[in-house]
Structure formats: structure tokens, C-alpha cells
């Protein structure tokens, strides 16, 4: 089996997402832990762009800056509260 360097760079960047979901479990502060998971996103859209899937790309994009923003917009109002 012969591998390609595109194939290389599969297997570094999904090691990397699974670092990144292993840091986003054990992350005790709610900001850092966003912060992971947006570049968990991105990751995910290099992997999808590498793969050749566009449209999958487009939508974890999309839903991915979503979701981001929206934990941080609850994060920075729950701790608002608190203080």
C-alpha cells in the first residue's frame, strides 16, 4: 500500500481532531473549550476540502461559526450574571 502526501496530511489532521476532542473533554474553562472547538471546525473543513467535498465543507463551515458564536454569546451572559 502505497501512500500519497495527501494521505499524510489525512492522518496528521485527524490526529490533531482527536487531540482536540480529547482537550475540549478535559478543558475546565468554558471559553478555552470554544475556542477549541472552533479550531476542531476549521480542522474539519480542511479535512472535508481535502477530500473533495465542498458542499461538506460549505456546511461545517457555516455551522460551525454558528454554533461557536452562539456558546459564546450564552458563556459571556451566564458569567455576566454570576458576577
Do not use: Q
Not at 499524510?8 to 477549541?36: C, Q
Not at 480542522?43 to 465543507?57: E, F, K, R, S, Y
Amino acid at each position: 500500500m502505497v501512500f500519497t502526501a495527501e494521505d499524510y496530511w489525512l492522518i496528521a489532521l485527524m490526529s490533531i481532531l482527536v487531540i482536540a476532542s480529547l482537550a475540549m473533554y478535559f478543558i475546565k474553562d468554558l471559553v478555552h473549550a470554544v475556542i477549541v472547538f472552533g479550531a476542531y471546525s476549521l480542522i474539519m473543513v480542511v479535512i472535508w476540502l481535502l477530500l473533495n467535498t465542498p458542499d461538506l465543507a460549505i456546511t461545517e463551515a457555516a455551522a460551525g461559526i454558528c454554533t461557536t458564536v452562539m456558546m459564546m454569546v450564552v458563556i459571556y451572559r451566564t458569567n455576566r450574571r454570576e458576577e
